[in-house]
T-cell receptor, first 113, second 116 residues
């Protein structure tokens, strides 16, 4: 069972460069999420999607864009990377319903120099 | 605004001792509550969830949590710690104003160390 797969696992960027993080899930989940994890701050929601073709802003959306062209994929883009975006990024997915747990990928460790 | 507070960013116990990790939430309506565990260099894994059935919830790896509405708490316990329990633990609450989004609000985490 693959579950939620994130690529790449590690990346180092220079300030101003752009990149896209890919999240793929094979559980047929409607909902998908992108979080960033920083020391002492828990997980903060960047963007989320409640279905193919839909996206919405979370708690910390500035500097990021997302797309969900296919139900199984959720892409997170950094148009012009900044050192403040150095973080560990997690993708998650879930079934519909507030009592449904979210399933997480193993994360992407991103450093911006 | 909805929030989750985890008291103690670091907790250290001896192997075989009781584990108690604290979580308090703020919500005007009964929420759904979750505990997740994160091992080094891995994603979050669900330990257990409360969804308004029994107030005492049993999870994986011998963990359990009790929902106490009067105290707005959902503390995580394990009777006897094992070395393999060393990890970071996150409490999360569903956003009651999030609509049909299943958004979660996470606490800042508690790093559990288990001493031999």
């Amino acid at each position: 069972n693959a579950g939620v797969t994130q690529t790449p696992k590690f990346r180092v960027l220079k300030t101003g460069q752009s990149m896209t993080l890919l999240c793929a899930q094979d559980m047929n989940h409607e909902y998908m999420y992108w979080y960033r994890q920083d020391p002492g701050m828990g997980l903060r929601l960047i963007h989320y999607s409640v279905g193919e073709g839909t996206t919405a802003k979370g708690e910390v959306p500035d500097g990021y864009n997302v797309s969900r062209l296919k139900k199984q994929n959720f892409l997170l883009g950094l148009e012009s990377a900044a050192p403040s975006q150095t973080s560990v990024y997690f993708c998650a997915s879930s079934l519909m319903g507030g009592n449904q747990p979210q399933h997480f990928g193993d994360g992407t460790r991103l450093s911006i120099l | 605004a909805q929030s989750v507070t985890q008291l103690g960013s670091h907790v250290s116990v001896s192997e075989g001792a009781l584990v108690l990790l604290r979580c308090n939430y703020s919500s005007s309506v009964p929420p759904y509550l979750f505990w997740y565990v994160q091992y080094p260099n891995q994603g979050l894994q669900l330990l257990l969830k409360y969804t308004s059935a029994a107030t005492l919830v049993k999870g994986i790896n011998g963990f359990e949590a009790e929902f106490k509405k009067s105290e707005t708490s959902f503390h995580l316990t394990k009777p006897s710690a094992h070395m393999s329990d060393a990890a970071e633990y996150f409490c999360a609450v569903s956003d009651p104003w999030g609509g049909a989004t299943n958004k979660l609000i996470f606490g800042t985490g508690t790093l559990l160390a288990v001493q031999p």
